[in-house]
């Protein structure tokens, strides 16, 4: 055989497997086989049982309601984080900024020039876009659309930055509220032995 038919048929299989391979499409709704054989429940979405002669545990959840779940977590973990300036509440972030601001203050000993580093970055953002028109009862609508899975796999990566996010501004917020103890503490001693 040649050397250009091997290469031919070589790039034949490749792009014969890509295609079959893009056939399937992770968005398009699958129907799956839930029967279990000897089902036995386990919690309120877990049984065991036997499925083609294997012993199994199946979990079933409705998608909406782990959806639900997933989105409150994260949105509430990024107002924990970064506060909600609809609420007024200021989060690790905006505590953090308060401590930082109090051990510059002149009270302190410091110049009251806050050197603010960390910046309020929001990692998920409200669904706004919208294409307007007409819904199938002729009214004015808003509507945006987005795969399942990539929603879900949007907010669970959404939720990893922010527990990385937590994780650091908690322990910033200690190291300052650390510094601004031992600070008033000198301050403290420094009054008393009258310097």
């Not at 034949?12 to 129907?31: P, Q, R, T, Y």
């Not at 545990?57 to 994260?74: A, G, I, P, T």
Request: proline share 2%.
């Amino acid at each position: 055989m040649n050397k250009n038919r091997k290469t031919t048929i070589a790039l034949v299989a490749v792009i014969s497997a890509g295609l079959v391979g893009c056939a399937h499409d992770k968005n398009k709704a699958e129907k799956l086989d839930t029967s279990l054989k000897y089902a036995e429940p386990v919690t309120g979405n877990e049984k065991i049982g036997v499925k083609k002669g294997d012993l199994v545990v199946q979990k079933k959840v409705l998608m909406s309601e782990e959806l639900r779940d997933l989105q409150n977590k994260v949105y509430s973990e990024q107002d924990r984080v970064y506060g909600n300036r609809d609420y007024g509440s200021e989060g690790l972030w905006g505590a953090l900024k308060k401590c930082r601001a109090k051990l510059v203050s002149p009270a302190m000993g410091g110049d009251g020039h806050l050197m603010w580093t960390e910046p309020r970055d929001l990692v998920v953002h409200s669904d706004n876009d919208y294409t307007i028109g007409l819904d199938n009862h002729n009214r004015v609508i808003g509507l945006s659309e987005e795969y399942l899975k990539d929603r879900i796999s949007r907010f669970r990566q959404d939720k990893a930055i922010l527990d990385k996010r937590e994780d650091q501004l908690q322990t910033k917020l200690q190291v300052c509220d650390t510094e601004l103890k031992a600070a008033m503490w000198k301050r403290k001693h420094k009054k008393n032995s009258g310097n």
